[in-house]
């Protein structure tokens, strides 16, 4: 059974720093590109960050790039998302999620509130 | 960016009738579109991409249609547990791009 799990969120002060992982399993995960995705409280879905498989191709949206790193470590079935600078607006649920161009899995979530 | 515009964002239905939804891109995006559907204690599901193509372990009740800019998503004969809230998100370009969602409440 495909499993991803998303850790590291929690509440944190304007400017600060978090790092998110997403830990897969049920597939082989160093075969697919990875993406991160957010849903802001009552808001709909902002796709955030891509990897691919072999971390070769990586891409960001423009709300995040400059703040945020997506990284990945095959050999652990782990996936980062590293961000700096935080600001109130990237108050959300982040999700992992599978897929190239669709997302055929999505984790659970976690949530991080930025605010003083 | 491509903007997608999902209509209406709500809608009351009861179960066995049909329903559709709309996904309006501001250009072309081919056929990569997709769409998901969104419940809560569950994770987020894939029930179409590129425009028609059905997810393994989508019921065939689900269907999608449409190119270019204009694209359908549409579910015949409701069951209890098709009543959530839709998304469609285009896979053409980078950054891609979700629709506000459609929430699909019991009548």
């Known amino acids: 059974e495909v499993q991803l799990v998303e850790s590291g969120g929690g509440l944190v002060q304007p400017g600060r720093s978090l790092k998110l992982s997403c830990v897969a399993s049920?597939?082989?995960?160093?075969?697919?590109?990875m993406n991160w995705i957010r849903q802001a409280p009552g808001k709909g879905l902002e796709w955030v960050a891509y990897i691919s498989s072999g971390s070769s191709y990586i891409y960001y949206a423009e709300t995040v790039k400059g703040r945020f790193t997506i990284s990945r470590d095959n050999a652990k079935n782990t996936l980062y998302l590293q961000m700096t600078s935080l600001r109130s607006e990237d108050t959300a649920l982040y999700y992992c999620a599978i897929g190239s161009s669709s997302y055929f899995y999505w984790g659970q979530g976690v949530m991080v509130t930025v605010s003083s | 960016d491509v903007q997608m515009t999902q209509s209406p964002s709500y809608l009351a239905a009861s179960p066995g009738e049909s329903v559709s939804i709309s996904c309006k891109a501001s250009k072309s995006i081919n056929t990569y579109l997709a769409w998901y559907q969104e419940k809560p204690g569950k994770t987020n599901k894939l029930l179409i991409y590129s425009g028609s193509t059905l997810q393994s372990g989508t019921p065939s009740r689900f269907s999608g249609s449409g190119s270019g800019t204009d694209f359908t998503l549409t579910i015949r004969s409701l069951e209890p547990e098709d009543f959530a809230v839709y998304y469609c998100q285009q896979h053409n370009e980078y950054p891609h791009t979700f629709g506000a969602g459609t929430k699909l409440e019991l009548k």
């Open positions: 049920g597939f082989t995960f160093s075969n697919y590109g």
